[in-house]
């Protein structure tokens, strides 16, 4: 199974929006409406920001938003705040035998 | 507050073992899948093996030398690593699986594969 495809990097101003995209097949992103999200920060375990490809975890910022077209899922981040200065990294159901792929990470900087 | 606390990794030459532990508490363990996700140093996240209603599966980098498995009972889901290569350095979160995303982590176990 092979890793979904994400930009090694994306920056914005504070206050500015940020897009990372995640493109995968048919089998996974394109496959299922199960596209997640995780941000991570240094040293830190990931954290879930959005599953189901739209929908957001109780806690996280409505900032954050999801949505997919074909194989290919977004992940956005609008109002960037210093503290969203992270890795992230997006993953994709694709089927029962081997069910779960990540993304390769995109490394978020709040310029 | 789900949480879920990793155990048992450390330093172990290749050909070795280790038997990774992930207690979990705040939450009604037998009702969720789990699942074991690594990253190794500078490196993105990998599934390593699920455990749930779909049953048992592995990725294919460990296949056939790491075993999946969790007691109920002790509210504990388990990682027995034989075979280990040096590639199998990394660390090692264990996660709840809800609405198929990864909602609860660890804060990881950290491996190394080394002679």
């Known amino acids: 199974q092979s890793a979904l495809t994400q930009p090694p990097s994306a920056s914005g101003s504070p206050g500015q929006s940020v897009t990372i995209s995640c493109t995968g097949t048919?089998?996974?992103?394109?496959?299922?409406?199960?596209v997640s999200w995780y941000q991570q920060h240094p040293g830190k375990a990931p954290k879930l920001m959005i599953y189901e490809v739209s929908q957001r975890p109780s806690g996280v910022p409505d900032r954050f938003s999801g949505s997919k077209s074909g194989n290919t899922a977004s992940l956005t981040v609008s109002g960037l705040q210093a503290e969203d200065e992270a890795d992230y990294y997006c993953?994709?159901?694709?089927?029962?035998?081997?069910?779960?792929?990540f993304g390769t990470g995109t490394k978020v900087t709040v310029l | 507050e789900a949480q879920l606390l990793e155990s048992g990794g450390g330093l172990v030459q290749p050909g070795g073992s280790l038997r990774l532990s992930c207690a979990a508490s705040g939450f009604t363990f037998s009702r969720y899948a789990m699942s074991w996700v690594r990253q190794a140093p500078g490196k993105g996240l990998e599934c390593v093996s699920v455990?749930?209603?779909?049953?048992?599966r592995y990725a294919d980098s460990v296949k056939g030398r790491f075993t999946i498995s969790r007691d109920n009972s002790k509210n504990t889901v388990y990682l027995q690593m034989n075979s280990l290569r040096a590639e199998d350095t990394a660390v090692y979160f264990c996660?709840?699986?809800?609405?198929?995303?990864?909602?609860?982590w660890g804060q990881g176990t950290m491996v190394t594969v080394s002679s």
């Open positions: 993953s994709a159901y694709a089927g029962s035998n081997n069910p779960y792929v």
């Open positions: 048919s089998s996974d992103v394109g496959g299922y409406n199960y």
């Open positions: 996660a709840t699986l809800w609405n198929y995303a990864f909602e609860t």
């Open positions: 455990i749930g209603d779909i049953g048992i």
